[in-house]
């Protein structure tokens, strides 16, 4: 994932508002904005702009459904998102091994140094 | 923030001073780090490190030998790195007796960069549940309904 890709799915993901429409539209598969509007506090426009921006970060799309617009989740870029934030916490988990590792050695040569 | 925070912590067999000198030291940081670290471990401190083709300023936040160490990265090129533009990476050594080290690192500003400055504080003003917790749910969400 490129780093402009990854700051739009942390954008997308990051306000409390726009996760409550994500989850809407992923428990209740295909849903038109109008029905979003009404299961949320918020004006049918924010619900739009919220749309506009979770279809630009890839993790929701639209569809024609006679004369409406349904949008469905995008289920292989939230998996995406999941692992890119798992794999933020891996990095640091092999670089704070590597920080044990190379500690210890230090230690113990220091100790042979010193006895 | 609580939201989007990577937290890690790792127990190191070794005392706080050795663990101290293997974070901050830049010919260690090599090791475990960047393929080049050009730092001087100062507050305030410029500096530049390099991964693979790819490289970035840096910049030191916190000195508090041998405790707290914190630095500023993947700000812009040509930009002060600042909350909302970078990410801040802050290591705490708590020892835990004398031979042992608790090394903990807490990642933070991935939902901060490239936001504009109302965004980011309505977030702030807004923040309830963690965004791992959220993901999980998500996932949990979407497996049910592949499964049904």
């Known amino acids: 994932m490129t780093a402009q890709a990854d700051d739009e799915l942390w954008s997308a993901i990051a306000d409390p508002s726009r996760r409550r429409v994500l989850d809407l539209v992923v428990s209740n598969g295909a849903v038109s904005a109008s029905w979003l509007a009404g299961h949320v506090p918020f004006t049918r426009q924010a619900v739009s702009k919220h749309l506009v921006v979770l279809e630009q970060a890839g993790l929701i799309s639209r569809r024609k459904h006679g004369r409406e617009v349904l949008y469905q989740v995008e289920a292989g870029r939230l998996d995406q998102a999941a692992r890119a934030l798992a794999d933020l916490a891996t990095q640091w988990d092999r670089r704070l091994d590597t920080i044990k590792r190379l500690a210890e050695a230090a230690h113990a040569e220091n100790q042979k140094e010193e006895p | 923030m609580a939201d989007l925070v990577i937290d890690r912590d790792v127990l190191i067999e070794a005392p706080v001073g050795v663990v101290w000198r293997t974070v901050t030291e830049p010919d260690q940081m090599r090791q475990w780090f960047a393929d080049r670290v050009d730092l001087v471990i100062e507050p305030g401190a410029h500096g530049y490190m390099e991964f693979g083709d790819q490289g970035g300023p840096v910049v030191v936040e916190t000195v508090d030998p041998p405790t707290r160490f914190s630095f500023r990265w993947n700000h812009p090129r040509g930009e002060e790195p600042v909350a909302g533009n970078s990410m801040l990476v802050e290591f705490t050594l708590t020892p835990e007796g004398d031979e042992r080290t ?47």
Do not use: I, M, N
């Not at chain 2, 608790?102 to 990642?107: C, K, P, Q, T, Y």
């Not at chain 2, 960069?113 to 977030?123: G, L, S, T």
């Open chain 2, 102 to 148: 608790r090394l903990r690192v807490v990642e933070s500003g991935h939902e901060l960069r490239a936001w504009p400055d109302a965004e980011k504080q309505r977030y702030a003003d807004e923040h309830r549940d963690g965004w791992g917790e959220f993901l999980d749910r998500l996932a949990t969400l979407l497996a049910k309904r592949r499964s049904g």
